[in-house]
Nanobody, 123 residues
Framework: QVQLVESGGGLVQAGGSLKLSCVASGDTFSKASMGWFRQPPGKEREFVAATTWSGSRSDYTDSVKGRFTISRDNDKNTLYLQMNNLKPDDTAIYYC????????????????WGKGTLVAVSS
């Protein structure tokens, strides 16, 4: 069973930056497409970004395009999310997971969810 541990969240002012990390246990990380999801207060969990096993393709939800960058280090079993120009609407608990997709239009988490890391953006 793959375990995922997210970190790097915190409180930041609008316009600031944070870099999230997700460390995965097990030996399947390097073969899996991985992604970030978030759950804003009082709302459903939503897709944020995904990358293929090699990192050759990345996809983003429209609201973060140009501001967030997903990357991975397969040698370290680690997934990253660089978040720049943060906005109050980015406030959420952020989760990583193995990701599935339907024609690269809809993305969904495939494994068990970790505890996530809280990102709070003040105006």
């Amino acid at each position: 069973q793959v375990q995922l541990v997210e970190s790097g969240g915190g409180l930041v002012q609008a316009g600031g930056s944070l870099k999230l990390s997700c460390v995965a246990s097990g030996d399947t990380f390097s073969k899996a497409s991985m992604g970030w999801f978030r759950q804003p207060p009082g709302k459903e969990r939503e897709f944020v970004a995904a990358t293929t096993w090699s990192g050759s393709r990345s996809d983003y939800t429209d609201s973060v395009k140009g501001r967030f960058t997903i990357s991975r280090d397969n040698d370290k079993n680690t997934l990253y999310l660089q978040m720049n120009n943060l906005k109050p609407d980015d406030t959420a608990i952020y989760y990583c997971n193995e990701v599935g997709t339907r024609d690269f239009h809809t993305f969904y988490g495939m494994g068990d969810w970790g505890k996530g890391t809280l990102v709070a953006v003040s105006s």
